[in-house]
């Protein structure tokens, strides 16, 4: 309630330079207070510690490299030292991330939850800079309190997945700020982020069809600098290279996973099922106002007479 009643006049009130920092850091505090609803330790030191999480096989990558050239032979179930599910369920760059964070010293299922959190809560920074550079800045000032309050909150503290969303998003951001200024920089950087989100999850290839519409709303700056799509995909090609020339085949992970799929929760869970449960968890985490926005959107869409709505329209 507080976020709709004085939300849009502080958005409206703040100075662009503080707006993504304190949508940010509100955004951290709303999914940390809704995470210790459980208290510290369940909530968010004991999340990612969990039997089917990734810090449980944190000491099998002692040898980074020699891992990632055996990672495709414990995907399955039944092979000796079968990944946990969502080892197994992801590319490696996820449990990698993990890893590394060990090895300087934030070792542990808190540091893990924080950094997942803080990282998470970054996302909707990341969609006001893209908000503001593909339409307008009055649209990203109205989007920030429902970004910062969207009930995807509780899904995001602390959960992996909030670490693959801001990436994600600021993937895209960055391709948005390429396009609109025509950068060089942020179009390697977007690459960059791109890639590594293929390597976090591979339902995240997805997001090909958001970037691919952030490309045709920034059309205009590609035509005028055709090399921003040579530095994109260059930045582009970063991570699956290092991955790949460490050993990991992305392809036969992937279908080495739906094989590992129909041999557990395929048997209980069909297709079908994910293709429902995904639209209901998404009306869930986006909340009423995505769907009244969406209706919105779509009449802007049909009758083109708002340029800044048709643009975000398209987003959608």
């Known amino acids: 309630a507080g976020a709709v009643a004085y939300g849009p006049a502080l958005a409206a009130r703040l100075s662009w330079r503080v707006l993504p920092w304190a949508a940010w850091a509100v955004s951290a505090a709303w999914i940390f207070s809704l995470a210790l609803v459980d ?4 909530g968010i030191a004991a999340r990612l510690t969990a039997p089917n999480e990734y810090l449980r096989v944190i000491g099998r990558f002692h040898d980074i490299p020699a891992t990632l050239r055996d990672f495709d032979q414990h995907i399955v179930s039944g092979t000796p030292g079968a990944w946990p599910a969502h080892i197994a369920g992801h590319p490696p760059a996820a449990t990698v991330t993990f890893v590394l964070l060990d ?3 934030l070792g542990g299922g808190a540091w893990a939850g924080t950094w997942c959190v803080i990282l998470g809560a970054s996302a909707s920074a990341a969609v006001l800079v893209a908000l503001r550079a593909l339409v307008d800045e009055p649209t990203a000032r109205r989007a920030a309190p429902f970004l910062v309050f969207a009930p995807a909150a ?8 909030a670490y693959f969303a801001a ?10 700020l390429a396009v609109t200024r025509r950068s060089l920089l942020w179009a390697a950087a977007s690459g960059l982020l791109l890639g590594l989100t293929l390597y976090l999850s591979y339902g995240l290839t997805l997001m090909a069809v958001v970037a691919l519409a952030v490309l045709w709303l920034g059309r205009a700056g590609i035509r005028a600098r055709p090399v921003l799509l040579v ?4 930045g582009l090609a970063v991570v699956p290279v290092v991955f790949t020339l460490l050993g990991f085949n992305w392809w036969t992970g992937y279908h080495l ?3 590992r799929y129909y041999q557990g929760i395929g048997g209980t869970r069909p297709y079908a099922y994910w293709i429902w449960a995904n639209l209901a968890c998404t009306a869930v985490i986006t909340g009423p106002a995505t769907a009244a926005g969406l209706g919105r959107a779509g009449s802007a869409l049909a009758r083109r007479t708002d340029p800044a709505a048709v643009r975000l329209a398209l987003l959608a």
Do not use: E, F, P, Q
């Open 167 to 176: 990436v994600a998003a600021w993937g895209l951001a960055c391709l948005a």
């Open 103 to 105: 090895r300087i010293g």
């Open 257 to 259: 996973l739906v094989i």
């Open 231 to 234: 530095a994109l995909v260059a």
């Open 39 to 42: 208290g510290w330790h369940t």
């Open 154 to 161: 509780v899904w995001l503290g602390a959960s992996a997945d």
